[in-house]
């Protein structure tokens, strides 16, 4: 898919002079490729109108995304964490925070992560190359070297993988709930908080296709869309007010 703008007024605003990219990957609420919505593609609409320039708007899966940026093939993303391999190729403006939780098959009797690292029988099934908060990526980490991981491109062959018994953990975020309902999953799992802090997410700029000045002036333009309110107002489009709030003030 395609977005194409016009240049606005002029003023001290990103450089329009070459053609931009952006990818979006297929996340629950963040963004459905069925429906060509969710909130990275408002965050997204919103943010080339209010920068004028021409952005050219694709879907990719997550693992592609992160291989892009850092080869300077890509100019943004959306709704990336931060950590200190991914510091070294890219930058962020943040927009949201949430947390991880850890979903678990009811038969399976897990009462707390610890109970799944614990059981060698479990499996565990993630998003190739999505890190999530510390205790999360401990118990992938460790799952992993043990041959307990299973990997997947999104979150679809995941939910299918759970349905069918062949893993029994997976770890979601708020952006995934609908789907645990129209999937019927919750009828047959249960949810466990990880005891971290929100993570913070954001706009993912390459380090190697933009200048640190250019990465300001956008991260100024998602300043000014925190400020006005526009990002929360996308959010509350999905979300319930206090969920809303909950993630778009940190």
Known sequence: ???LLSPGPA????DCSRPLTLALHDHGLLYSADTNSGV?????DELIRRSGCKVTV????????WQLIESGALDFSLSGISNPSR????????????KYYLLVRKDSGIQSHADFERNPALKLGVIRSFRYSDSANRLVDTLQSANRVSQASGLAPLYQAMTLNHIQGMIIEPFDYPALDERKIRDFTRIIEFNDPAVPHGLIMSKKALSPEEQ???RSLVTEMRNDGAIRRIFEKYFSPDQAAAMVNF
Do not use: C, H, T, V
């Open 87 to 98: 510091e070294q190729f890219a930058s962020f403006a943040w927009y949201f925070s949430n």
């Open 11 to 14: 003023r001290a605003g990103p």
């Open 58 to 65: 694709s879907l990719m899966p997550r693992a592609r995304i």
């Open 216 to 218: 300001e002036k956008w």
């Open 40 to 44: 990275d593609k408002d965050f997204a």
């Open 1 to 3: 898919m395609s977005l």
